[in-house]
């Protein structure tokens, strides 16, 4: 009995409920599209900064010791720490290379390598990766400078960590890409933001643990 005297009345309020509906539609539509925006944004700050993005690439080349380098020797197990640059760069390059000069103090991780990879392969022999290091005062046993074939870098760069150049290498990306022990790339992030130094550390030690 209760419930037909309720659709009755809904019947007669049908007209009202159909014009307030309306007439809401668009704040409806908002608060939706709000809750629906934000929560991938929810979703990462509750992550921090790791990602799972998408798998590595396998990478090699000469260190600046002379000797053969290949991730496949550090990968699994190992946490990778990549850029790109070249020592004659006098743009971003050396600020970059403080930074993740920065990253290895601050991270106290046995399981992190960090690889900066020349994209000036004929004038970034190893002999000049080597006096570079040097110059720089680049001490840190846990961190390679690398000399690669140009159409290696290229791929590298376009196609593996999907960073692009532009058409050329030289305009490379200052991304800092995290490599995690499942050969994951967990975040790319710009190498030209201090502030986002900790934020990376954090994600590493994380990794670490």
Same mark, same amino acid.
């Given at each position: 009995?209760?419930?037909?005297?309720?659709?009755?009345?809904?019947?007669?309020?049908?007209?009202?409920?159909? *014009?307030?509906?309306?007439? &809401?539609? +668009?704040?409806?539509?908002?608060? $939706?599209? @709000?809750?629906? +925006?934000?929560?991938?944004?929810?979703?990462?700050? #509750?992550? @921090?900064? =790791?990602?799972?993005?998408? #798998? /590595?690439? /396998? +990478?090699?080349?000469?260190?600046?010791?002379?000797?053969?380098? %290949?991730? #496949?020797?550090? =990968?699994?197990?190992?946490?990778?720490?990549?850029?790109? +640059?070249?020592?004659?760069? &006098? @743009?971003?390059?050396? /600020?970059?290379?403080?930074?993740?000069?920065?990253? $290895?103090?601050?991270?106290?991780?046995?399981?992190?390598? /960090?690889?900066?990879?020349?994209?000036?392969?004929? *004038?970034?022999?190893? %002999?000049?990766?080597?006096?570079?290091?040097? #110059?720089?005062?680049?001490?840190?046993?846990?961190?390679?400078?690398? *000399?690669?074939?140009?159409?290696?870098?290229?791929?590298? =760069?376009? %196609?593996?960590?999907?960073?692009?150049? @532009?058409? !050329?290498?030289?305009?490379?990306?200052?991304?800092?890409?995290?490599? !995690?022990?499942?050969?994951?790339?967990?975040?790319?992030?710009?190498?030209? %933001? !201090? !502030?986002?130094?900790?934020?990376?550390?954090?994600?590493?030690?994380?990794?670490?643990?």
């Amino acid at each position: 009995m209760l419930m037909m005297i309720f659709l009755s009345l809904l019947q007669r309020k049908r007209p009202l409920i159909t *014009n307030f509906l309306k007439s &809401h539609l +668009f704040i409806l539509k908002l608060v $939706l599209s @709000g809750i629906f +925006f934000l929560s991938p944004c929810l979703s990462i700050a #509750e992550k @921090g900064i =790791l990602r799972n993005l998408y #798998e /590595a690439p /396998a +990478f090699r080349g000469i260190s600046d010791k002379g000797l053969k380098w %290949e991730s #496949e020797n550090i =990968l699994p197990g190992n946490i990778i720490l990549v850029n790109f +640059f070249f020592t004659s760069c &006098h @743009g971003p390059c050396p /600020a970059l290379m403080d930074r993740v000069r920065l990253i $290895l103090k601050k991270s106290d991780c046995k399981i992190l390598t /960090a690889v900066s990879i020349s994209v000036d392969n004929d *004038n970034d022999t190893p %002999e000049r990766l080597a006096s570079y290091r040097q #110059e720089r005062e680049f001490d840190d046993p846990r961190w390679t400078l690398l *000399n690669a074939e140009e159409d290696h870098v290229m791929s590298l =760069l376009n %196609e593996g960590f999907k960073l692009g150049t @532009g058409g !050329d290498k030289i305009n490379h990306s200052t991304r800092l890409v995290l490599i !995690d022990q499942s050969n994951r790339i967990r975040s790319l992030i710009s190498g030209n %933001e !201090d !502030d986002a130094i900790d934020s990376l550390v954090s994600g590493i030690m994380e990794l670490c643990k």
